[in-house]
């Protein structure tokens, strides 16, 4: 590699760098809010950021104590997706829109669905990323019918872990291990 090249390599290895630790604070937001894990919710936000979600708008510790009852009083599980993702970033201040598809096993045991894009204000603070200001732009909903729950029936299926909001679901576990009997099913 001349060393004319080197600069223009080492700005886009640090670009990319920025670019994965902005998705990774995005994920975080999305996890904390899908296991319930309040702090790992919270470090996806500045304190004093600033979201507007549906008739919300506050801070990251008010949208979590607004948000989490929501969830709990409507849904038995949720997962809020992340998808395609576009970032411009300029020095310290990263604007990105990530399109997200939210589904959630509703209490009565219908599945709610729902479209949108979170549109974002990061900003690089003491060289960490944080969402500064969010815009939820809900943009479609909808019930999917219910079906059962693939392998519920399977007598040792939640040996690895019972899938929880909270720190104890299985993705917290360290090591991850299996304690599962081996076994392959015949195809009928």
């Given at each position: 590699?001349?060393?004319?090249?080197?600069?223009?390599?080492?700005?886009?290895l640090?670009?990319?760098?920025d670019?994965?630790?902005?998705?990774d604070?995005?994920?975080?937001f999305?996890?904390g809010?899908?296991?319930?894990?309040?702090?790992?919710?919270?470090s996806?936000?500045?304190?004093?950021?600033?979201?507007?979600?549906?008739?919300?708008?506050?801070?990251?510790?008010?949208?979590?104590?607004w948000?989490?009852?929501?969830?709990?009083?409507?849904?038995?599980?949720?997962h809020?997706?992340?998808?395609?993702h576009?970032?411009?970033?300029?020095g310290?201040?990263?604007?990105?829109?990530?399109?997200y598809?939210?589904?959630?096993?509703?209490?009565?045991d219908?599945?709610?669905?729902?479209?949108?894009?979170?549109?974002?204000?990061l900003e690089?603070r003491?060289?960490?990323?944080?969402?500064?200001?969010?815009?939820?732009a809900?943009e479609?909903?909808?019930?999917?019918?219910?079906?059962?729950?693939?392998?519920?029936?399977?007598p040792d299926?939640?040996?690895?872990?019972t899938?929880?909001?909270?720190t104890?679901?299985?993705?917290?576990?360290?090591p991850?291990?299996?304690?599962?009997?081996?076994?392959?099913?015949?195809?009928s």
């Amino acid at each position: 590699m001349s060393t004319s090249t080197t600069p223009n390599r080492q700005a886009q290895l640090e670009a990319l760098l920025d670019r994965q630790e902005i998705l990774d604070t995005l994920t975080r937001f999305s996890r904390g809010m899908d296991r319930f894990d309040r702090e790992l919710f919270l470090s996806a936000f500045w304190t004093d950021a600033t979201i507007a979600a549906g008739d919300f708008v506050g801070g990251p510790d008010d949208l979590y104590d607004w948000a989490v009852p929501m969830h709990e009083q409507g849904q038995n599980a949720t997962h809020h997706n992340l998808l395609n993702h576009t970032c411009d970033i300029d020095g310290d201040t990263a604007h990105t829109e990530t399109y997200y598809l939210f589904v959630g096993r509703n209490r009565d045991d219908s599945n709610w669905i729902a479209g949108g894009r979170y549109i974002d204000r990061l900003e690089r603070r003491d060289g960490q990323w944080k969402i500064a200001l969010r815009t939820n732009a809900i943009e479609w909903s909808g019930l999917v019918p219910t079906m059962d729950i693939p392998f519920k029936d399977v007598p040792d299926i939640f040996l690895n872990g019972t899938p929880s909001r909270s720190t104890d679901d299985p993705s917290y576990q360290r090591p991850l291990t299996n304690v599962r009997s081996a076994n392959v099913p015949t195809s009928s």
